[in-house]
């Protein structure tokens, strides 16, 4: 599905990416994994368009997909959550994940809000995509809340609704229950395996363990912009390399 190949990415000369490379399988889900500065939101930001490697190329389904614009990007089947939440505050819960739609008609929105009849079905037909999303994250009852007031947890299921909802060939999650409780933890963990399922690809960074263990099929680990080990999760939590970097930290 995805191969990056000697991923670089230096700011001022410091490396945060350095010579980064593995495969993302199709249908699979991959945990990122390694210590704070590690790089793995940097090289989440250089797959989907919103940084710039400065070395190495992505290659998306056979497609060099290096160095294009990230609206170009999410229209070739890519979409991502943020490690800082980005929902838009005052538009409602609804229309944040009608965002995640813009590309596959999601534009149409303005023409529909001009009352253009031929543009009013696809608009229903997107609203109901986005109710449908909302539904797998118990968020259906608050469709119509504006983001801002609903608790961070919400708001979290929120992003994962709209990165969810034009339902990508690859989704990259940057830590999607960090900050979540046991409960809510659970859910989104409930929710991954279904996307699973319904065969989604899932580069997922997170921090918390068990999840990874529960969910991942292989485990990437990134320590210092360097690549220091693939492999099942199994494989990847007694290797004496990935031990040392965390000890170390
Ligand atoms: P992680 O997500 O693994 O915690 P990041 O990718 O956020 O790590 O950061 C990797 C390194 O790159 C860090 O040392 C961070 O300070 C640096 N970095 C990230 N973004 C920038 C930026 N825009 N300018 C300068 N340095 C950056
Ligand atoms: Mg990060």
């Known amino acids: 599905m995805l191969r990056l190949d000697g991923i670089s990415r230096h700011f001022g000369g410091l490396p945060a990416l350095d010579g980064v490379s593995f495969t993302v399988p199709r249908g699979r889900v991959t945990a990122l994994i390694g210590p704070n500065g590690a790089g793995k939101s940097t090289l989440i930001n250089c797959i989907t368009g919103a940084d710039q490697p400065t070395g190495g190329a992505v290659v998306f389904q056979g497609r060099d997909i290096t160095g294009l614009p990230a609206h170009r990007i999410s229209r070739l089947g890519i979409a991502r959550t943020f490690q800082n939440l980005r929902v838009f505050p005052r538009l409602s819960v609804l229309d944040n994940v009608l965002c995640g739609l813009t590309g596959q008609g999601g534009q149409s929105m303005i023409m529909a809000m001009l009352r253009l009849p031929s543009l009013r079905h696809r608009e229903r037909l997107l609203r109901l995509?986005?109710?449908?999303?909302?539904?797998?994250?118990?968020?259906?009852?608050?469709?119509?809340?504006?983001?801002?007031?609903?608790?961070?947890?919400?708001?979290?299921?929120?992003?994962?609704?709209?990165?969810?909802?034009s339902r990508p060939d690859l989704l990259l999650l940057d830590e999607p229950v960090a900050g979540l409780n046991a409960d809510e933890t659970a859910g989104v963990g409930e929710q991954l395996k279904r996307l699973r399922a319904g065969g989604h690809t899932i580069l997922l960074i997170e921090h918390d363990m068990t999840l990874v263990m529960e969910i991942a099929d292989q485990v990437v680990v990134l320590d210092s912009g360097r690549c220091i080990a693939v492999g099942t999760p199994a494989e990847v939590r007694r290797n004496p390399v990935v031990l040392e970097a965390y000890l170390g930290q």
Not at 129 to 135: E, G, H, I
Not at 140 to 151: H, M, N, S
Request: aromatic share 8%; net charge positive; with cysteine.
């Open 129 to 165: 995509r986005a109710m449908a999303a909302l539904d797998c994250y118990q968020l259906g009852d608050k469709a119509t809340w504006p983001a801002a007031i609903l608790p961070y947890g919400d708001r979290k299921r929120v992003e994962l609704a709209r990165a969810t909802v």
